[in-house]
T-cell receptor, first 106, second 120 residues
Framework: ELVMTQSPATLSVSPGERATLSCRAS??????LAWYQQKPGQAPRLLIY???TRAAGIPARFSGSGSGTEFTLTISSLQSEDFAVYYC????????FGQGTRLEIK | EVQLVESGGVLVKPGGSLRLSCAAS????????MTWVRQAPGKGLEWVGR??????????DYAAPVKGRFTISRDDSKSTLYLQMNSLKPEDTAVYYC???????????RGQGTMVTVSS
């Protein structure tokens, strides 16, 4: 099974600062990598697909990068509404998710 | 309005059965690949399975933990996706979401998922 590992588990950042979230695949997933945001009591929301393509309506402060097995989600200037849990997901070999990174206010 | 609305979640005893539904609207359901994802309380996301559109062959795939116990189906005339869950186990307790799939997943509308609790 293709395992996705996210780090860190929890990230504390101040509003206005940059946040960098990491996702590692146990084998190459090519460019078949997506990121999701989930707030308490809500369904996840697609942010990024194909590593770096923002989904409709997603602000430009969200960006994705990487290839193969190492991927990064960057939020350039954190807004209050960005504090949430973020998941990466590969769709190169079935579908698997990372365990999530909780982004909290510092 | 584009949306997916899940229903059918209840409290059920171990070994029991349940059928979840997902009503779609606002898009051409028959052309969509559809996926079930679940989330145990306080835990992360887990892919349950998918069904392709009939035009793409209609193949159905399942995650290992549910294979042989769960069945995904669709009724394109009703724009509805189903998840038949048999031989339920406590570890199946979760919120179940339906999504469209293009590899990546899209949760459409304001669907909150449907909660399935397996407990005696």
């Amino acid at each position: 099974e293709l395992v996705m590992t996210q780090s860190p588990a929890t990230l504390s950042v101040s509003p206005g600062e940059r946040a960098t979230l990491s996702c590692r695949a146990s084998q190459s997933v090519s460019s078949n990598l997506a990121w999701y945001q989930q707030k308490p009591g809500q369904a996840p929301r697609l942010l990024i697909y194909d590593v770096s393509t923002r989904a409709a309506g997603i602000p430009a402060r969200f960006s994705g990068s990487g290839s193969g097995t190492e991927f990064t989600l960057t939020i350039s200037s954190l807004q209050s509404e960005d504090f949430a849990v973020y998941y990466c997901q590969q769709y190169n070999n079935w579908i698997t998710f990372g365990q999530g990174t909780r982004l909290e206010i510092k | 309005e584009v949306q997916l609305v899940e229903s059918g979640g209840v409290l059920v005893k171990p070994g029991g059965s349940l059928r979840l539904s997902c009503a779609a609207s606002g898009f051409t359901f028959s052309n969509a690949w559809m996926t079930w994802v679940r989330q145990a309380p306080g835990k992360g996301l887990e892919w349950v399975g998918r069904i392709k559109s009939k035009t793409d062959g209609g193949a159905i795939d399942y995650a290992a933990p549910v294979k042989g116990r769960f069945t995904i189906s669709r009724d394109d005339s009703k724009s509805t996706l189903y998840l038949q869950m048999n031989s339920l186990k406590p570890e199946d307790t979760a919120v179940y979401y339906c999504t469209t799939e293009s590899g990546f997943l899209e949760w459409l509308g304001r669907g909150q998922g449907t909660m399935v609790t397996v407990s005696s």
